[in-house]
């Protein structure tokens, strides 16, 4: 009885977390999106800005569908703005499309943790696809090893989360500095996008922490029945 209260006590603390951190970056992004920032600058216009005075007229800043699906793609030098990021000229979207641009900056600087972040990219592509699916096949089958392949892939996947956290917050941090030094923002707007990105970095600090959760939960669930 105490070992089942034990599995579902940790995932609801896990869900209780992940439902958190998506309450806390819906809700701060959702107030500051309503506010224009005094410049009128969009996402779109920001961005640009910041890439042309770092040297990264290279970098493409495009339109992509979705509700922050904003992303930098290394691969092909393009920043990607959500709809909304990219046209509207609020403070929320002038401080995500900034982050975005600290991700190129990074690139362009060779920033030692989104290299490593990059390598292990293939490595959690095939963690993602193999780790439950062999848990699933290793527990129908009674495969106890397969069940710790499938485990050893979910320790593949929180490596790679850990090693996202310094790329984001650096990430936020370039694009703080930016935004100040090109006055893109004033002092007061300068804050309330740092809370957006603040909020925006718990969504990752949720992610490793439920990641741990669930692997302690798959851990201690198959150690009792070995």
């Not at 009885?1 to 951190?21: E, P, S």
């Not at 959702?30 to 920001?46: F, T, W």
């Amino acid at each position: 009885m105490n070992d089942y209260v034990t599995y579902y006590g940790l995932t609801l603390i896990a869900l209780v977390i992940t439902l958190g951190a998506q309450f806390f970056i819906s809700s701060t992004y959702s107030k500051y999106k309503k506010v224009k920032n005094k410049k009128e600058l969009s996402g779109s216009e920001a961005a640009r800005m910041i890439l042309d005075k770092n040297g990264l007229e290279d970098v493409y800043v495009v339109e992509t569908k979705g509700h922050l699906t904003d992303h930098y793609d290394p691969s092909r030098k393009v920043i990607r703005l959500s709809t909304e990021v990219f046209h509207n000229e609020s403070i929320a979207s002038v401080a995500v499309a900034a982050h975005e641009c600290g991700h190129a900056l990074q690139d362009k600087q060779g920033y030692t943790f989104m290299r490593i972040r990059s390598f292990l990219v293939p490595f959690v592509n095939i963690a993602s696809y193999v780790g439950y699916f062999a848990i699933m096949i290793g527990v129908i089958a009674s495969m106890l090893n397969l069940v710790w392949l499938g485990i050893l892939m979910e320790v593949v996947i929180l490596i790679f989360q850990i090693v996202t956290l310094p790329v984001e917050f650096d990430a936020s941090r370039r694009a703080l500095e930016e935004v100040d030094k090109l006055e893109l923002l004033n002092k007061g707007e300068l804050e309330s996008g740092r809370k957006v990105l603040a909020s925006a970095a718990m969504t990752y600090v949720a992610s490793v922490l439920t990641a741990i959760l669930e692997l302690l939960r798959l851990i201690l669930v198959y150690t009792d029945r070995d």
